[in-house]
């Protein structure tokens, strides 16, 4: 496919008619210059518009429309119908065409309403005379998924900047849509269709066989096989659905690996903090309590300051106890006489009245005053102010020495939190994210994986059986059709139709090993030939397996999908696309050449990258269309550019006062 000129009207920011004509041949560069606003996106989004009808891009937001009529049109046109219209003119297989698209809209107010749109598409034939080819979208879509399939355009018109094939081919995303595109693009899926009529082929020839027999027992294996294939083709799509299932938790349990092992600092700082928290919680629970037990010291400890006064009143309490006439204590006496039992001798005094009555008059001749019992508190007060004073001073200095050792553990805690806190802040809800799925989803993950590991070998041995059971089935019921000669030569006819099914089967099985093993040779050759220094012993091999993700093996051994930078992803990208570009021409009467349209494609790339793949690019794809933004366009990419000596035609994006956006014809030395 060749793209020979694109032309717009009314289109997005194009309000006057515009056109851009695309260089090929050896100088097959087409560069398209504008700052960001200026239309680049527009020309991108015509080109995409005018080929699949699509009005959105893999970049808008999602639930978002997308007009596509010039909005200063619509407002000058006071709520009459203005049509945005789209002019593709290309070649594919030495064959002239023109694609015609025209949407219609109209504002009323400030919304914008959808009228309707048309399509067209324009032929010359042998003579040279332009012929109406097609003017419905369904026709035109088969032409153009004839030419290139709507499945596969992303790998030759894309965002590089939001490119998204590489997680495509990494299972982060279904990849059973990647690899019906690349089988569709290397007519894998032809030779698959093929295999599958000759397969259901024979079924028809052999239930006409069995119909035709009259024999019951023959009808009767015959739809005993039937149910068994559609059981056997249930089962294996089952397998495929689970397989691809465990390919992407497999794909996700990677990422979410190299996550973990990413932010593994920032959980050892968080589980830090977290350790210090609880240091500084255990040390100021532990002050609490030890104040608590100061406080209540406080007072006896206060008592001790009166000692040295009780020391010198101790003699003269001691001889004013000695001139109180009462020997022992008033109660000694009364209690005695209660219990009827002498509190000092032990007597009993029931059994001596004379020695009750002594006891009673001792106590009727009772006369101490108070001062007994003052001295009795007094010197109760000296004993407890004794063993304070040798208890309590060690007790308030431990608890002392103890408060001083628990504020220095607060406040190192909390130097240590306040110096990892910013560091961890930042990133708190992520560790928290990282650590619900280490803790939840990892687990659950991998569940899944051993479930449905299970599931499918339970199919296998589910299929293996019936597989069996039909083997035998298609043998008796053989047996049973030889018996009757005039259906036999049917019957004959039937097995080399199955023959021919089952060999074009294996020789589909074959060409798709074949062809992913030949894919990932040249994705690994051409990534090297547009990578310069040591990229290019980056990696050691690449496999692409029969669902199609890729991986990626570098020296250690280890899949480096995840690991390489974004500039290398898009490079690889690059590669992946002009390897498949490379093998879909392979064995055809004439080269399949397919634009390289790309929008911002250096966004991720670092200058001598950007220089080789300037050099080489032009190389391996028959036109490349790059719209680059001014940032994208320095004077070391125009020295460039100029040096590579591919550059055809060169367009400049001039955005008006009034936002309208005219394409100049430019050139690399002007610019």
């Known amino acids: 496919m060749k793209i020979n000129k694109l032309s717009v009207e009314n289109f997005r920011q194009f309000y006057d008619p515009q056109e851009v004509e695309f260089a090929e041949g050896s100088q097959n560069v087409t560069l398209i210059i504008g700052a960001n606003g200026s239309g680049k996106t527009g020309i991108f989004r015509a080109m995409i518009y005018g080929l699949y009808g699509h009005q959105s891009l893999q970049q808008d937001d999602n639930g978002s429309k997308v007009h596509l009529v010039n909005f200063e049109r619509l407002q000058e046109s006071a709520g009459r119908p203005v049509s945005a ?29 959808e009228l309707g749109e048309k399509v067209s598409l324009f032929s010359q034939n042998e003579s040279g005379e332009t012929i109406l080819s097609a003017n419905n979208a369904k026709d035109v879509a088969e032409f153009i998924s004839s030419i290139l399939p709507e499945e596969v355009r992303n790998f030759f018109f894309f965002d590089a900047e939001n490119l998204q094939l590489l997680n495509d081919l990494s299972g982060k995303s279904s990849s059973v849509q990647m690899k019906q595109s690349v089988q569709d693009l290397l007519q894998i899926s032809t030779l698959s269709r093929g295999a599958k009529v000759l397969h259901e082929l024979y079924n028809i020839q052999m239930n ?25 083709n249930e089962l294996k799509s089952q397998n495929d659905v689970n397989q691809q299932a465990i390919l992407a938790a497999n794909s996700e349990i990677d990422d979410l690996n190299k996550q973990l092992a990413d932010n593994k600092r920032l959980q050892d700082e968080k589980k830090d903090i977290d350790a210090q928290e609880q240091i500084k919680s255990t040390a100021l629970e532990a002050n609490k309590s030890i ?36 020997v022992f204590a008033k109660r000694v006496l009364q209690q005695s006489l209660q219990n009827g039992k002498c509190m000092m001798c032990g007597n009993d005094l029931g059994k001596d009245p004379q020695a009750q009555q002594h006891v009673q008059q001792l106590l009727d001749d009772y006369h101490s005053s108070e001062l007994s019992g003052v001295l009795d508190l007094v010197e109760g007060a000296n004993d407890r102010i004794s063993e304070d004073s040798k208890r309590l001073p060690d007790k308030m200095n431990s608890n002392y020495q103890d408060l001083v050792a628990n504020v220095d553990k607060v406040q190192k805690a909390q130097t240590i939190i306040d110096k990892k806190m910013d560091l961890v802040s930042s990133n708190l809800e992520k560790i928290n994210n990282l650590s619900d ?136 990208s ?13 064995g055809r009467e004439s080269e399949i050449d397919f634009p390289l349209f790309v929008d911002t494609p250096f966004a991720r790339l670092d200058s001598q990258i950007r220089d080789h793949i300037i050099k080489e690019t032009p190389k391996l794809s028959s036109q490349w269309v790059l719209l680059l933004t001014d940032t994208e366009y320095t004077d070391r990419e125009k020295r460039s550019f100029v040096e590579s000596n591919a550059v055809g035609t060169v367009y400049q994006l001039r955005k008006n006062i009034e936002g309208k956006t005219e394409i100049q014809v430019s050139s690399l030395i002007n610019e």
């Open 437 to 572: 799925k280490e803790n939840h989803t990892l687990p659950k993950l991998k569940q899944d994986i051993q479930d449905k590991q299970v599931l499918i070998a339970k199919n296998n041995d589910e299929i293996a059986q019936l597989t069996d059971q039909l083997a035998n089935n298609q043998k008796d019921r053989d047996a049973k059709i030889k018996q009757q000669n005039q259906l036999d030569v049917k019957r004959q006819i039937a097995e080399k139709t199955n023959h021919l099914a089952t060999t074009l089967s294996q020789i589909l099985t074959d060409y798709d090993s074949n062809a992913r093993k030949e894919l990932a040779h040249q994705v690994k050759v051409l990534f090297n030939q547009l990578v310069t220094g040591q990229d290019q012993h980056l990696i050691q091999q690449i496999t692409i397996s029969d669902n199609y993700d890729m991986r990626i093996i570098g020296e250690n051994g280890a899949n480096l999908l995840n690991d390489i930078s974004e500039g290398q992803k898009q490079v690889l």
């Open 291 to 326: 104040l608590t037990n100061m406080a209540a010291d406080l007072e006896p400890f206060s008592a001790i300051l009166s000692k040295d006064i009780f020391d010198k009143t101790l003699v003269q309490m001691k001889d004013m106890r000695e001139k109180q006439r009462d």
């Open 574 to 586: 690059l590669a992946f696309i002009f390897a498949l570009a490379k093998l879909a021409s392979k």
């Open 208 to 232: 006409d066989i069995s119909n035709q027999s009259g024999d019951p027992e023959i009808k009767k294996l015959s739809q005993l096989i039937s149910d068994g294939k559609d059981t056997i």
């Open 85 to 113: 219209k789209v002019s593709l003119k290309f070649e594919n297989e030495e064959k002239s065409y023109q694609l015609d698209r025209e949407i219609a809209e109209v504002m009323q107010g400030e919304k914008i309403q």
